[in-house]
């Protein structure tokens, strides 16, 4: 049987004040994707809001380019697919085998309050699957509990964008909260490589990637602990 992956994108799309847009980061989407599809998985897309999430407008600069997000500008199944994502408050953790949550500067915004998707992910590690996040996204799991009431990264190695790459994008007064600090405070063991390197990390059903290089990589560890 196909492993059935659920990834969950963001629907914010405005980056805080500035009047700039925002949304997820086309890298830490079409790497996860082509990962799990070119793996044989069945993938399946969800927003809060359904339908077209919104596109970080940077991370479709040529700069930012990778042989993934070449492939996704000329995939136009994963386009339509991506056009109708389902929508969130829908989708059962049940149908599903894992949970990935690609980042962006969205997330911050939609992603971690969000009933839907808190007691999505709580039913994922209820039904002992694993779930995963790359960047900003990490922050989707702050404020999830384990099966014990606990926050779901206390005592666990996890990552997510660093203070020093959100210094370096200069978006450090602009965001709603740093993630590593958050990550800290919720009393996860925050670990980070240099800038921009690549790091992925798993602590039981919790996988982690530090930034948009670490997508493939988080999402190779997810296949992996599918088996």
């Known amino acids: ?16 004040n500035t ?3 925002t949304g997820f980061w086309v890298e830490e989407f079409a790497a996860p994707y082509y990962a799990f599809i070119d793996a044989g998985a069945e993938v399946t897309l969800t927003s ?15 700069d930012f380019e990778t042989d993934a997000t070449k492939r996704y500008d000329n995939d136009s199944a994963a386009k339509t697919l991506m056009a109708n994502t389902k929508i969130l408050s829908e989708v059962n953790a049940s149908d599903f085998d894992a949970v990935f ?13 969000n009933d839907d998707s808190i007691n ?22 702050l404020n999830i509990k384990d099966t014990d009431g606990n926050a779901l990264v206390a005592g666990k190695k ?19 909260f740093l993630v590593e600090d958050e990550l800290i405070k919720k009393g996860g063991d925050y670990q980070k490589t240099d800038d921009w390197g690549v790091l992925a990390l798993e602590d039981g059903l919790v996988i982690t990637g530090q930034n948009p290089a670490s997508s493939e990589l988080a999402a190779k560890k997810l296949l992996t602990k599918l088996g």
């Open 1 to 16: 049987m196909a492993k059935k992956i659920l990834m969950v994108l963001t629907s914010h799309a405005d980056l805080g």
């Open 19 to 21: 009047g700039e847009k």
């Open 48 to 62: 809060p809001d359904g339908g077209q999430p919104p596109i970080d407008p940077t991370s479709t600069l040529a």
């Open 101 to 113: 949550y690609p980042g962006g500067h969205g997330p911050l915004w939609d992603l971690v309050d």
């Open 120 to 141: 999505l992910i709580e039913n994922f590690i209820q039904q002992q699957k694993p779930v995963a996040a790359v960047c900003h996204a990490s922050a989707a799991f």
């Open 158 to 176: 996890v990552t997510g964008f660093s203070n020093t790459e959100e210094a370096a994008v200069q978006l450090t007064d602009i965001v709603p």
